[in-house]
C-alpha cells in the first residue's frame, strides 16, 4: 500500500510505504491548518477464536513527514464515524453532528514513545 501526498507546485511524499494485501485504507482526512493526516486502516489478523478486523488510526506529520501517533481503535461508534466520513477534521478536532473530539496533541507529543489508547488521545 502507497499513498503519495503533494500538489502541483510542491514536493511529493510518500507516506506509507509498505505494501500489505491484508490491509485496507478505509478513510482518510487532512488536516490542512496542523498539516496532518488521519488515516483509519483495516487489517485482518489472527486470534484464538479466528480471524478478525481490526481498525488502527494513524496520523502522519507533512512537515516531519513522519507518523506521529498510531493505536488499536476498538470503539464501534468512534470507527463508524470515521469510516462514514460524515465529520469535518479540522486544527486538530473531529466534528459531527453537534458533537467535537478533540485529539489531544499536547500527549503525544510530550509521550512519544509510550504507548497511549484512543480513550487518552481522541477525548
Given at each position: ?23 485496507e485504507i478505509v478513510n482518510i482526512s487532512v488536516d490542512t491548518q496542523r498539516q496532518d493526516l488521519v488515516l483509519l486502516v ?82
Open positions: 500500500m502507497k499513498i503519495s501526498t503533494g500538489c502541483d507546485n510542491c514536493t511529493v511524499t510518500s507516506a506509507l510505504k509498505d505494501y500489505d494485501p491484508s490491509t483495516k487489517s485482518e489478523e489472527e486470534s484464538p477464536q479466528g480471524e478478525y478486523q481490526a481498525y488502527t488510526i494513524k496520523i502522519y506529520d507533512f512537515i516531519t513527514e513522519d507518523f506521529l501517533f498510531e493505536t488499536k481503535v476498538t470503539d464501534p461508534g468512534f470507527i463508524g464515524r470515521i469510516m462514514s466520513g460524515l465529520f469535518t477534521y479540522a486544527d486538530g478536532h473531529i466534528y459531527f453532528s453537534n458533537n467535537v473530539i478533540k485529539i489531544r496533541y499536547d500527549l503525544i507529543e510530550s509521550n512519544k514513545g509510550l504507548n497511549l489508547d484512543e480513550k487518552e488521545v481522541f477525548d
